[in-house]
């Protein structure tokens, strides 16, 4: 039961040679969601190993370019390698009028269905995707255009019987079934087995909240309470907290002092400025205030497991 986050870009407007635009993935439990498409999305999910094809739908938190630009030519991208399948996007309004402008420039004719849903940037905490895995809720976020983050909750997973009891009772497919329901059964012998000593849940639902370009918000940080990991961008450093607030964004010591008011287990920086070639002092800043701190970067996977550790890899 994968619970994913890989990171495709972490550069903010201007990338470097070595840091793209923003654009991450989720893999839940082997379905696929980009979150965000900045310049060159469709090379990195190439470099990293991701089939554009298994995306099942595209979360957008708002409409500056090195946050969108990528989504034209991925989708141009999609319908060149066969996809039919249909494709939703979540975006905040005019994505639609932005997109069906594009199409009409350039001829384009896609072969696939491809639903917009564009999310009103406003609200709090409103669920704008779900399926039986898991579901999304926006973030209301303060930038200088609509935006929105948004927090990907798994559903609780169903019950499971204890293999010792399953054997030791000889226990039938019905009372398997009645058991997993959350039902109590009687055994052969007519004695009570109740759902409460039978089963148990297999793991507690993990969580990924990704807070896009936005000043520091302690109505987000009350919305994304106790999360397993949240990604806040940290375009800056402390030192430049002026010119973060006058363009809408965070520094790494704003960014920890919400994970810390916040109480999440991990927090995940990105969106950094290329005016920093060392992103060494970002961490050092964030790690000051809230230790469980890492590095966003380009390739970089992190996997929740069941137990809520994380378990970080190189791509």
């Known amino acids: 039961m994968t619970f994913r986050v890989t990171i495709l870009g972490c550069s903010s407007a201007r990338p470097t040679a070595t840091r793209h635009h923003t654009a991450h993935v989720l ?6 969601f980009l979150i965000d498409s900045g310049e060159g999305t469709q090379y990195q999910l190439l470099r990293y190993g991701i089939n554009p094809l298994k995306i099942n739908a595209i979360f957008i938190t708002h409409l500056h370019g090195d946050h969108v630009y990528g989504i034209f030519g991925l989708l141009s991208t999609m319908s060149m390698m066969g996809r039919t399948r249909r494709l939703e996007i979540i975006a905040p309004h005019p994505f639609g009028e932005m ?11 896609l072969p696939y269905p491809l639903d917009i849903n564009e999310v009103d940037t406003r609200a709090s905490g409103i669920d704008v995707w779900s399926n039986r895995v898991f579901s999304v809720s926006s973030l209301p976020l303060r930038h200088r255009v609509p935006c929105c983050g948004y927090l990907f909750r798994e559903h609780e997973p169903s019950l499971n019987v204890h ?3 399953v054997e030791g009772y000889g226990l039938t497919p019905v009372q398997i079934a009645v058991l997993k329901q959350g039902r109590d059964t009687t055994l052969a012998n007519g004695a009570p087995l109740t759902a409460r000593e039978a089963t148990y849940r297999p793991y507690t639902p993990r969580s990924y909240a990704f807070c896009s370009d936005t000043t520091p918000s302690g109505k987000v940080a009350a919305l994304v ?14 030192e430049d907290k002026a010119l973060a607030a006058k363009t809408g964004h965070s520094t790494a010591l704003q960014a920890a002092r ?3 008011q ?12 290329a005016r920093y070639k060392s992103l060494a002092p970002l961490l050092d800043e964030a790690r000051s205030e809230f230790p469980e701190t ?3 970067h380009d390739g970089l996977a992190l996997t929740i497991e069941k137990d809520h550790s994380l378990r970080v890899s190189r791509l």
């Open 294 to 296: 890492l590095l966003g």
């Open 262 to 273: 916040a109480n999440v287990r991990h927090l995940l920086l990105g969106h950094y400025s």
């Open 27 to 32: 893999n839940v439990h082997e379905q696929f």
């Open 163 to 165: 293999k010792h009891l």
């Open 99 to 109: 997109l069906r402008s594009h199409f009409g420039f350039f001829g384009v004719e």
């Open 225 to 238: 309470e106790g999360v397993d990991l949240l990604y806040h961008e940290s375009t800056y450093l402390h």
């Open 258 to 260: 919400i994970a810390r």
